[in-house]
């Protein structure tokens, strides 16, 4: 009763399976990653404490970049506001810390929690609105969330801040905890998004963003795959957040509800390429060092750099890189498939 | 095997829209490994009896059943996962996947009730993507494709889901002759390997040539059903929709 | 209590003419302009400035700040925004993100953050009503405010710019067959979008302590009266401003101060989930699905 392959058909190969990257390919790949691994471990230990620090805010930038691209770039939802969860990750650690003198990484963890506990409850709700009119309501999500924040002072320290705990250790040894803690973030975020993008979710999320009718009859479900999405994003962004406390050591909710650094995040995916696995990584080194590096110096412009790159990205890559780049590699690959089929 | 028994029923289905019925009181019986045919002019209710079917909308009155058990209010995944499967008449092909993965899509997620891994899925993909004469573009993406491949995509996509019911919106709007008759056969092979096809077509030659039976719908009622000579001939579906020169053309 | 009404509807008034050219952008470009921000500060600068500079009344100056605003509306829009509307909404979006952070950072360098005021003598005084107090700047501000909103909403309907606006706004492919020129459209609707916030600025800059972020906090009330009345609706910015500034004004009293942001967004995020068509409900572009 089956049109094709019933289990005892589909024995036989007729069609090599999904392109597997050849074993050289993959050599090559092992070297490049042991070469990043060596390249990401190093740097507390030559560069300048300037420079650490500059790096461990990249490294903070890239993971943001890469929780919201899960959003962004597979289930195609604008989550502009997602800087809620960074948000709420810090005042976590903020109040567990102070609070209830919880240690750091069990305070983290419930920053994590948290925040994916926030979105997945938010989500049903607010993932039935489409496009722009979701990306506005995740914007109206962080402003009230912020002021709830501000307006819970007695445990948050509303509008004065807070003082999180400080690192016990030299300022040596900080710096290494804190560039070392954000670098597994955002190794943790990468990893994340390279495994949503090999399985199922990563195929379902891809679909729904192209077309959500056409994919729940494929039978996606995609209520539940956008709100696991958002779920994830908003556990990686809570993560971040909550590091981002303890290593600022003082908190006010402008800080971490922050809608410009949401954006921010947001148009380092784009740049980088939103919907790929590298992409936003690539982005947020590309826009934090070329702020850092440029303009950086003339601090009271930084705004203003900012809103220049922000516009000529949107005027020039609306694409991004890393998509413009895949376009043109896959162009190539694509024909040298074809010459391999002419061949034999 | 019982051969001819009611596989999906609908029971006064209605649905609408705003305070308008799009589809009023149906009553419809689908027989295992048969053709049905969905006739009717444009706005008579065809599509949305198909949304209905597929779980995209809710009935607003009335029952479905699938084998004897209600499939009323399931969401259109589930529906899948039953085995029902469709393609739209506005093709909706998945920009940036490729013609593979977007066909492994259906085996992926709902093939044998949860859907089968990814790999075994491209496989099956590949498979499908062969018998609808689309074997040679497997790794294209869908930009690249014609409105006639694009149809056949569409089928193959739904084929992945290795449906028992398989709904056909319009399949062959658009096409030439030739590209008709070939999907005809394609149509027909899907068929004779035991799926069970509910086709909406305004190609009236290809909707006789393939239909075992028809039910004609005229602003959301069902006006006329049967074998596709009695319909042709039927008083109310010649002055609702086919016009005297057709009947006359296939009259005795 | 008639206090709170009479300082809701005054609040509501101006909240409405801050509203409708952000509408009216929306509802015919499908563009959401965060940089109308930034056009709110500019218009209150400028009259801030001939104030200083020349002595000029504030509410004298308020064509002034349109006219500037205006030109410089329509040079963003025909040279940046034009290029890249067909990106879709959340492209625009960020977009005007951009200029509004390039706009509003300019201003704190040229101008500083200090808190500044617009005081003509009449300033402080007022009209009391048995009880109530009505203070005549902002009774000034709320009838300008209503008349400029009428005003606009003749235009519209009764000149030919208007109807092509309209006409636009419902299906822009049809506008063209007619006729139309879109581009030109599309600049001027940004333009005179941008003369409005200018208006509800120089207003602004008589009632309010203006700075550089001056705008920020109207441009969320423009967002949720936005929702709450109807994209590009002219009788629902009325409506949703007068709406929002009496909900603001009892929630002060009631909540607390601090609260207001939060009401107004849980509002905005619960309309766009409930109604998005807005309460007086012509939708000219989908939001749920």
Do not use: C
């Not at chain 1, 790929?276 to 705004?303: C, D, K, N, Q, Y």
């Not at chain 3, 209150?44 to 410089?72: E, N, R």
């Amino acid at each position: 009763m089956s049109v094709t392959g019933s289990s005892a058909s589909h024995q036989r190969k007729i069609h090599p399976p999904a392109p597997e990257p050849s074993p050289a390919r993959r050599a090559a790949w092992v070297v490049v990653a042991a070469l990043l691994a060596v390249l990401a471990v190093l740097p507390p230990f030559y560069l300048s404490g300037y420079w650490v620090r500059v790096i461990t805010g990249l490294l903070m930038y890239a993971a943001l970049a890469s929780a919201i691209n899960i959003m962004v770039g597979f289930a195609g939802y604008p989550a502009l506001g997602n800087i809620v969860f960074f948000g709420t990750g810090a005042y976590t650690v903020a109040v567990l810390m102070v609070k209830y003198n919880t240690g750091f990484f069990v305070a983290l963890a419930a920053a994590g929690v948290l925040a994916a506990v926030y979105a997945a409850l938010l989500g049903t709700a607010v993932l039935r609105l489409r496009g722009a009119y979701f990306g506005i309501a995740t914007i109206g999500i962080n402003h009230a969330t912020s002021e709830l924040v501000t307006n819970l002072d007695r445990l948050t320290g509303g509008g004065r801040g807070t003082i999180v705990p400080f690192y016990p250790g030299g300022i040596e040894e900080e710096r290494m905890f804190f560039y070392y803690l954000m670098l597994g973030l955002m190794v943790l975020s990468v990893f994340t998004v390279w495994v949503i993008s090999r399985n199922r979710l990563g195929y379902g999320l891809r679909a729904l963003k192209a077309d959500q009718e056409g994919a729940s009859v494929m039978g996606v479900n995609t209520t539940r795959y956008k709100v696991i999405a958002w779920t994830i994003s908003a556990g990686l962004t809570g993560l971040v957040g909550g590091a981002y406390a303890y290593w600022l050591a003082f908190l006010e909710p402008p800080y971490v509800f922050d809608i410009t650094m949401s954006v921010k995040t947001y148009i380092m995916a784009i740049l980088g390429g939103a919907g790929t696995v590298i992409g936003p990584v690539v982005g947020a080194f590309a826009l934090e060092l070329l702020s850092e590096l440029i303009w950086g110096r003339f601090l009271e412009a930084h705004m203003l750099v900012l809103g220049i790159v922000v516009v000529l990205v949107v005027l020039f890559i609306p694409q991004g890189f890393m998509n413009l780049v895949g376009r043109l590699l896959g162009g190539q690959r694509r024909r040298r498939a074809k010459e391999v089929r002419a061949d034999g | 095997m019982g051969e001819r028994t009611p596989l999906l029923v609908g029971r006064g289905v209605t649905r609408f829209f705003g305070g308008v019925a799009a589809v009023m009181d149906v009553d419809f019986e689908v027989r295992s490994g048969e053709v049905l045919g969905l006739i009717g002019p444009n706005g008579a209710g065809k599509t949305t009896l198909m949304n209905l079917i597929s779980g995209l909308i809710p009935l607003s009155r009335g029952d479905m059943l699938l084998d004897g058990r209600s499939i009323k209010g399931l969401p259109p995944w589930d529906i899948a996962r039953l085995g029902i499967a469709r393609t739209f008449q506005i093709v909706k092909p998945f920009a940036g996947m490729t013609l593979r993965e977007n066909v492994a899509m259906g085996a992926m997620f709902a093939r044998e009730g949860r859907g089968v891994p990814a790999r075994e899925a491209l496989e099956l993909a590949g498979e499908v993507l062969e018998l609808v004469g689309l074997g040679d573009r497997m790794n294209s993406y869908t930009d690249e494709l014609n409105i006639a491949l694009r149809k056949r995509l569409e089928l193959a996509r739904a084929l992945a889901l290795n449906p028992r019911i398989l709904l056909l919106d319009e399949v062959m709007a658009g096409l030439n002759l030739k590209e008709v008759e070939r999907l005809m056969e394609l149509v027909k092979t899907i068929n004779a390997r035991g799926v069970t096809i509910i086709v909406i077509e305004h190609v009236m030659k290809a909707i006789m040539g393939i239909s075992d039976r028809i039910i004609v719908l005229h602003y959301g009622r069902k006006i006329a059903e049967g074998p596709p000579q009695a319909v042709a001939q039927d008083e109310n579906v010649i002055t609702a929709y086919l016009g005297r020169r057709f009947a006359q053309g296939k009259g005795a | 209590m008639s206090q709170i009404v009479v300082n809701g509807l005054l609040t509501g008034g101006l909240y409405a003419l801050v509203a409708v050219g952000f509408s009216l952008v929306w509802g015919v470009m499908n563009v959401v302009n965060i940089a109308h921000a930034a056009y709110i500060m500019l218009g209150a600068y400028v009259s801030y400035w001939l104030y200083q500079l020349y002595g000029w009344d504030p509410f004298l100056s308020i064509p002034a700040a349109m006219a500037v605003l205006f030109v410089f509306g329509y040079l963003v829009a025909s040279l940046v925004l034009n290029r890249v509307i067909r990106y879709g909404l959340v492209m625009t979006l960020v977009l005007t993100f951009g200029i509004d952070l390039i706009l509003q950072n300019a201003a704190l360098m040229l101008w500083s953050a200090d808190y500044r005021s617009v005081t003509p003598a009449y300033a402080g005084q007022g009209l009391a009503l048995g009880g109530v107090m009505v203070p005549y700047v902002r009774l000034a501000v709320f009838v300008l405010a209503i008349v400029f909103v009428i005003l606009f909403s003749l235009f519209l309907s009764r000149t030919r710019m208007g109807n092509a606006i309209q006409a636009t706004a419902l299906n822009p492919a049809a506008a063209e067959l007619t006729g139309v020129r879109i581009e030109r459209i599309y600049a001027l609707t940004y333009a005179i979008g941008a003369a409005l916030a200018a208006a509800a600025g120089s207003m602004i800059s008589v009632v309010y302590t203006i700075q550089p972020q001056v705008g920020n906090v109207f441009l969320t009330r423009a967002f949720v009266i936005t929702v709450l009345g109807g994209l590009g609706s002219i009788p629902g910015a009325l409506l949703g401003g007068v709406l929002l500034g009496l909900a603001e004004s009892f929630a002060t009293v009631t909540v607390g101060i601090g609260w207001s942001e939060a009401v107004s967004f849980s509002l905005l995020v619960i309309i766009l989930i409930v109604r998005p068509q807005g309460l007086l409900g012509r939708r000219f572009f989908g939001g749920v699905g």
